[in-house]
């Protein structure tokens, strides 16, 4: 994405930042225009970390890029101050403009996420809400990872939590989503994440 960035002509890659971190000396060093944010980091949480970031600068424009389902955190991220949502698989010439249209301060999302947002501020019934919508931040994550085929050992390594966190994680998971063990946990995980991937596959002068 950098090297993409940088053959633009109105676009400057002015910093990066491979954890939350690196994160703060590196926006204030470089002070851009708009932050691009990956969901997975290599220590903490992306999510935590957006919040971090608009409660200390409230105004920073940050359009998260990421190769997670906009089905699991796109409405949570915009909700949580992101100017907008961008699967990585997206074509170059798609990416490009998101980063533009955030630039110019635009909201940045999918057709299928818009009427999601839409639903959620108008009046009369709405939908029935996804299973996971009751799901915290961190119960999201260790979603995923179990979907990802990780063991509860590996989750508490990645997220930098104990094993008996991790364990309590998936213990409200299975309650709040109405299923008996921690096979069918990993069941519903896996059929819930990889059916979302299969349906997403079919400013002159700014610095990001």
Known sequence: MAQLLGCEPDLEVCGDAEDGRSVAATLCLANPDLVLLDLSLSS?????????????????????????????????????????????????????????RALQGSMVVSEALSAVLLASIMPGPREPASPLAGLSDRELEIFELIARGSSTRAIAEALHISVKTVESHQFNLRKKLGVESTHHLRHLAYTWTNAGRAEAKGGPGTRA
């Not at 935590?48 to 920073?60: A, F, N, S, V, Y």
């Open 44 to 100: 903490g949480s992306g999510i935590d970390l957006l919040h971090q970031l608009k409660e200390t600068w409230p105004d920073l424009r940050v359009l998260v890029v990421s190769t997670h389902d906009e089905r699991l955190y796109g409405e949570r991220v915009i909700r949580g101050g992101a100017c907008g949502y961008v699967m990585k698989a997206a074509p170059p010439e798609q990416f490009l403009n998101a980063v533009r």
